[in-house]
């Protein structure tokens, strides 16, 4: 990693090569990721118990995540009946993750910025989006529906200028 203050002084900013994921608290993103994969909060997958009925058995190696065992025997972590589980992501690669494919980044320059490998985030990125389908509500307007809306609307108003 280039030299910061000499960098900025010579106004190479693009020569640095920032350490997104070290500079974003594990708290904060632990708590993001969970406020979206589970919004009624975490709950064991097997018996529906609250995480506090349960206790915290150890944490993950690679992306430091709190196990939990629950009352019934089961245990799970934040990730645990998600796609995202098996993946070892820390939670801030996870939001800056999210984040990439809700902007349109390219898988390319995602891997590079996590540091996650193409292939696996390339699978990642479809499971997500097939998943984000699945949950759009069936009774929305199809986007071309929309799309040909605007046109006529915008036809219109067109009609109307030359008049
Ligand atoms: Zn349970």
Known sequence: MADVRKVCEQGKLWDIEFPIVELMGQDESTGWVEKHLHPN????????ADR???RVLRQTGQSRLRV???RCG???NLYTGTVLAQQ???PAQVVLLLRGIFKGAPTAALSQELGVGYAALLTLRHELQAQ???LQPKDALPDRQT???EMFQNAGEKRQ???
Do not use: I
């Open 41 to 48: 909060g975490l709950k064991c997958p097997r018996c529906g």
């Open 52 to 54: 506090q009925q349960g």
């Open 68 to 70: 939990y065992r629950c």
């Open 74 to 76: 089961a245990t799970y």
């Open 88 to 90: 070892h992501l820390r």
């Open 132 to 134: 984000a389908e699945q």
């Open 147 to 149: 799309e040909s809306d």
């Open 161 to 163: 200028a030359a008049s």
